[in-house]
Every structure is written in structure tokens, then in C-alpha cells.
């Protein structure tokens, strides 16, 4: 059974730093995508960072410069290390596991960031 569990969300005042975790069992974690999302109150879905199973790297515009992602394929842990936090950060942040099939697809619950004004 996959499992993908998201910690690490909380309450931070504007310009402080949070760092997410998504710990993975139940896959290859080595061979899979990572990406962290985010949907805000009232707003699709998003996403806001990925990392190959080869170490590359995106992000989305709005967080370049100040999230950074990193994967520890020992742990089978992703992480999301989030500094310069805003008020716009807000939201339900969920972590995916995207493998080699178009099945290979899973989410995680989600933890709750909030930036406070």
C-alpha cells in the first residue's frame, strides 16, 4: 500500500521559514517524481516544486529564489525548505509521487501553511 504523509505545516509570521516533509512507502521512491502543490481557499490546485528521480529541479515562478526542494532517497523523504515566507503562501500544500506508468500517480493528505499578514 502507497502511503505519502506530509508534515512539517504550520502558523509563520511574514519572512519566517517552514520546511515540509513527505515521507514514502510503498514505492520505489528512488525511480519516482516528487512534486509539492499547494491549493489556497477558494483557488485550484497548484504546483510549486518538482524533483526528478535524476535530481532536476523546477518551481514555479512564484517561489523561485526563496523554496527550495530536495529529496533523501535513503529516507524515501521529500522535502520542501520554504524561507521568505508571504501571506500569498497560504494554503494546503500536498506532495506527489509521480512514477514511470500513467498509474503511478500518488498524493499525499496535505498539511496546512499559513502566512500570517
Known amino acids: 500500500q502507497v502511503q505519502l504523509v506530509e508534515s512539517g505545516g504550520g502558523l509563520v509570521q511574514a519572512g519566517g521559514s517552514l520546511r515540509l516533509s513527505c515521507a514514502a512507502s510503498?514505492?520505489?521512491?528512488?525511480?519516482?517524481?516528487m512534486g509539492w502543490y499547494r491549493q489556497a481557499p477558494g483557488k485550484q490546485r497548484e504546483e510549486v516544486a518538482r524533483?526528478?528521480?535524476?535530481?532536476?529541479?523546477n518551481y514555479a515562478d512564484s517561489v523561485k529564489g526563496r523554496f527550495t526542494i530536495s529529496r533523501d532517497n535513503a529516507e524515501n523523504t521529500a522535502y520542501l525548505q520554504m524561507n521568505s515566507l508571504k501571506h500569498e503562501d497560504t494554503g494546503l500544500y500536498y506532495c506527489?509521487?509521480?512514477?514511470?506508468?500513467?498509474?503511478?500517480?500518488?498524493w499525499g493528505e496535505g498539511t496546512k501553511v499559513t502566512g500570517s499578514a
Open positions: 506527489q509521487a509521480a512514477g514511470p506508468g500513467p498509474e503511478d500517480e500518488y
Open positions: 524533483i526528478l528521480n535524476n535530481g532536476r529541479t
Open positions: 510503498g514505492i520505489i521512491f528512488r525511480i519516482f517524481a
